[in-house]
Nanobody
Framework: EVQVVESGGGMVQAGGSLRLSCAVSGLTIWYLTWAWYRQTPGKERTLVARLRWMDNDAFYIDSVKGRFTITKDNAKNTIYLQMNSLKPEDTATYFC?????????WGKGTQVTVSS
């Protein structure tokens, strides 16, 4: 059984930083493309960043470029999202999953709240 557990969220002021972690068990991540997604109430979950397994090439949506960094530790089977210079519009629940996502791999997410 695959389990995905996100952690590291919290409440920060604008300009602050957080590091999210995504621990995956039951599945080896090194040969898979994983991504971070976020969702706000009443809106669809959207891609934030992805890390391609074959060459570690990273993609970011425009609004987080230069502020967020996605990495992974294959030995720990964990994906990270370093978030710097946080803005109130980054407030959301953050999830990780493959890209494209597998519906069975959604975890509970971790809440990030950025105050102005």
């Amino acid at each position: 059984e695959v389990q995905v557990v996100e952690s590291g969220g919290g409440m920060v002021q604008a300009g602050g930083s957080l590091r999210l972690s995504c621990a995956v068990s039951g599945l080896t991540i090194w040969y898979l493309t994983w991504a971070w997604y976020r969702q706000t109430p009443g809106k669809e979950r959207t891609l934030v960043a992805r890390l391609r397994w074959m060459d570690n090439d990273a993609f970011y949506i425009d609004s987080v470029k230069g502020r967020f960094t996605i990495t992974k530790d294959n030995a720990k089977n964990t994906i990270y999202l370093q978030m710097n210079s946080l803005k109130p519009e980054d407030t959301a629940t953050y999830f990780c999953n493959e890209d494209p996502p597998d519906d069975e791999y959604w975890g509970k997410g971790t809440q990030v709240t950025v105050s102005s």
